[in-house]
């Protein structure tokens, strides 16, 4: 990885932001889809909004 402090490769178990881009893009996109589907988006997007918000508070 090019700029990371490891050597060669990250340490096993590790959350780099290649991997959880690799996990949680298709999935916020498919359930995205599905809620504007079924004409969920704007309480898919309010429900996304309160748990990105709270996700980043907690971490704070």
């Known amino acids: 990885m090019p700029g990371s402090p490891y050597l060669e490769e990250p340490p096993k178990?590790?959350?780099t932001?290649?991997?959880i881009m690799k996990i949680a893009g298709p999935t916020v996109v498919v359930i995205s889809v599905v809620?504007?589907?079924n004409g969920l988006?704007?309480?898919w997007m309010i429900?996304?909004?309160i748990g990105f918000a709270s996700s980043a508070l907690l971490r704070r």
């Open 17 to 19: 932001w290649p991997r």
């Open 41 to 43: 988006l704007l309480e």
């Open 35 to 37: 809620a504007a589907w």
């Open 47 to 49: 429900f996304a909004t």
């Open 13 to 15: 178990g590790l959350w």
